[in-house]
């Protein structure tokens, strides 16, 4: 399978604790496959990043540079895996990645918690549903900003 296809099949990327509470990473795929990787999220999105045919570096300091920041942008992958940052834990420990990273063509609909002040993200396919801490309103805008990256590199 080319690299290309690997990454327009991914969903999502969490980071997880294993039983020893080690980081690893948790991945969710398209056809609604789990798969646990013994890397922390960081560690697992270095390698992933290879994968893509696009020069992933470049296209997230373009994007920092337009958006004037540098934290929670999305990573632009692919045309079709545009991966956006959602808080979905609280880390127990130094060093413990709080943000997990969701495809923007995987997120079905995003709903607002009922009793979190966080969102739920239902994924489209896999029908996994993501509780995050992000608020909702922060949600929408960091779909909408990674549309923006979609048409500013991707020409959609």
């Known amino acids: ?6 990454l327009d099949k991914l969903s999502a990327a969490l980071p997880s604790y294993d ?35 696009y020069n992933v570096n470049l ?12 934290q929670l942008l999305p990573i632009p992958l692919s045309p079709n895996c545009i991966l956006i940052p959602f808080k979905v834990r609280r880390p127990i420990g ?33 029908r996994n549903i993501i509780p995050v801490l992000t608020k909702y309103d922060k949600c929408k805008q960091h779909v909408a900003i990674a549309n923006v990256v979609r048409n500013q590199y991707f020409d959609f």
Not at 1 to 6: K, R, T, V
Not at 23 to 33: K, M, P, R
Not at 61 to 67: D, H, L, Q, S, V
């Open 1 to 6: 399978m080319s690299s290309l296809l690997l």
């Open 19 to 53: 039983t020893n509470g080690a980081n690893i990473t948790s991945t969710i795929w398209s056809d609604g496959t789990h798969k646990t990787h013994d890397q922390s999220l960081k560690n697992w999105l270095h390698e992933i990043k290879m994968h893509s045919p």
């Open 59 to 70: 296209l997230k300091t373009k994007t920092e540079n337009f958006f004037a920041r540098k």
């Open 94 to 126: 130094e060093n413990d990645g709080a943000y997990g990273y969701i495809a923007l063509d995987s997120i079905e609909t995003i709903e607002e918690a009922a009793i979190t002040s966080g969102a739920t993200i239902i994924l489209k396919n896999s």
